[in-house]
């Protein structure tokens, strides 16, 4: 493909509205080192952003990122796991994660044991950027996301601590 910088920029939010997407491009905040950021809302029943953006000094690269907090009711309901449920819960999530998208970078923050955020990012290249594989990518940290909760809430559900009811999973 070849662009660049806006152009590209510009490209990939035209692919995203031609799909019925909402795009918001935000203001990067001083001493991000992002060169630009499009911040793209899942619909759904859970909301889920998904970042498109380029790094700061790599015009070869789109960063495609999905960071998940643990929400507080979640990290309640977490921290009377005891500590070796939680490894597992997280280390099987993870596991799973790497299974789906053996390309992404993962992070499970701060440790295994007291998880509460989780950063999924997959690079892909200016070069060989396509709506395609944008529009796929997307979907992927879209589909990570509801890996995720449903990780937390079955496990939560199996130790009897998930009072909510069930929503129905976005799957793209």
């Not at 009377?80 to 999530?93: F, K, P, V, W």
Request: charged share 20%.
């Amino acid at each position: 493909m070849g662009l660049k910088g806006e152009s590209l920029k510009s490209q990939i939010i035209e692919w995203l509205t031609r799909e019925g997407l909402e795009v918001r491009v935000e203001p990067v905040p001083p001493g991000v080192p992002v060169e630009w950021v499009i911040i793209v809302p899942i619909p759904g029943p859970a909301p889920i952003n998904v970042a498109v953006q380029q790094p700061r000094g790599r015009p070869d690269v789109i960063a495609v990122t999905l960071g998940v907090m643990v929400g507080a009711e979640h990290r309640e309901a977490l921290s009377r796991l005891a500590r070796d449920d939680r490894l597992i819960l997280a280390s099987e999530m993870l596991k799973s994660l790497i299974v789906m998208c053996p390309d992404c970078a993962i992070a499970i923050q701060p440790s295994l044991e007291d998880f509460q955020f989780i950063n999924v990012t997959k690079v892909e290249y200016a070069e060989s950027a396509t709506r395609e594989r944008i529009l796929s990518t997307v979907k992927l940290m879209a589909n990570a996301f509801t890996l995720i909760v449903t990780c937390i809430n079955s496990t939560l559900a199996s130790k009897g601590l998930y009072r909510k009811p069930p929503r129905e999973p976005v799957v793209m």
